[in-house]
């Protein structure tokens, strides 16, 4: 158990239609990175935060966006959902927003669009 | 920005034989190296890092990898495999003064008995 939990586990939608993704980081950690995992594309970066402010931004669609809070959960959200947009979402959480420690993943939101 | 390439998508391999897997990025900039380990159905977990020094790390199960600046590769060894070791293993890169991790595209090891 890495300490970082990810809501929902599984989720089913259709073409056209909006989705929150929630991320509770390991208590302490700071930062919190999002990363899309799929088999054609592989494991892509989308976004990063540390202590409620945008740290960095990578492949991130503008459908989709996210936010983290003062409590340092984080949400990620998805809309005008396409059926490539299906895939596995992580989280990932590290004590600082630097990128030499260790990132601490959740077992993934599986998002599934018909 | 970073790049990462692992040119194998699968290696099979028999138990307690030897395995390396391969791992070549290409940076501008000085580079922070890591390897991590996905188990069927879980996230990924971190297997053994370079940031600096000794350009041989080691992770507490009998993974190694080495930092070649000059060819540009991490490659990750293990002398004697276990059925346990059957997963996907994905090499990353974060620049020194970057913000971000980038993974490459992942290897399959399947440990065949």
Sequence with gaps: DSGVTQTPKHLITATGQRVTLRCSPRSGDLSVYWYQQSLDQGLQFLIHYYNGEERAKGNILERFSAQQFPDLHSELNLSSLELGDSALYFCASSVSGENTGELFFGEGSRLTVL | ?113
Excluded at chain 2, 5 to 33: G, H, I
Excluded at chain 2, 86 to 105: D, I, K, R
């Design chain 2, 1 to 113: 920005a970073q790049s990462v390439t692992q040119l194998d998508s699968q290696v099979p391999v028999f138990e307690e034989a030897p395995v390396e897997l391969r791992c070549n990025y290409s940076s501008s900039v000085s580079v922070y190296l890591f390897w991590y380990v996905q188990y069927p159905n879980q996230g990924l977990q971190l297997l053994l890092k370079y940031l600096s020094g000794s350009t041989l790390v080691k992770s507490i199960n009998g993974f190694e990898a080495e930092f070649n600046k000059s060819q540009t590769s991490f490659h990750l060894r293990k002398p004697s495999v276990h059925i346990s070791d059957t997963a996907e293993y994905f090499c990353a890169v974060s620049a020194a003064y970057g913000q971000n991790f980038v993974f490459g595209p992942g290897t399959r090891l399947s440990v065949l008995p």
